[in-house]
């Protein structure tokens, strides 16, 4: 079993930046394809980035630039550094944990519980 906690999560303006953090225990977490996931009020949740256990990223397209993901196996964390945050980020931000992108981005073995990041303009 892996669980996955987030955190990181709060209220800003519109421009400013947050970093969130799934932090993990259990079984090794190293080995494992990490991704974020946001959903907000009325939508559907959708993939934001995920990283591979060596490092390797991917990005849903309209992130790619603003967000950037990151991992410290050591830690057994992984970071979102979110800029220029606009009032459309405004969403609950999970983790979730699975063997491969295709796991993660489908059926997660392992999910967090969210974290709420609140925009203003």
């Known amino acids: 079993q892996v669980q996955l906690v987030e955190s990181g999560g709060g209220l800003v303006q519109a421009g400013n930046s947050l970093r969130l953090s799934c932090a993990a225990s259990?079984?090794?977490?190293?080995?494992?394809?990490v991704g974020w996931f946001r959903q907000a009020p009325g939508k559907e949740r959708e993939l934001v980035a995920a990283i591979y256990s060596g490092g390797t990223t991917y990005y849903a397209g309209s992130m790619k630039g603003r967000f950037t993901i990151s991992r410290d196996n050591a830690k057994n964390t992984v970071y979102l550094q979110m800029n220029s945050l606009k009032p459309e980020d405004t969403a609950v931000y999970y983790c979730?944990?699975?063997?491969?992108?295709?796991?993660?981005?489908?059926?997660?073995?392992?999910w967090g519980q969210g974290t709420q990041v609140t925009v203003s303009s």
């Open positions: 259990g079984r090794t977490f190293s080995n494992y394809v």
């Open positions: 979730a944990a699975g063997g491969t992108l295709n796991v993660v981005t489908t059926t997660p073995e392992y």
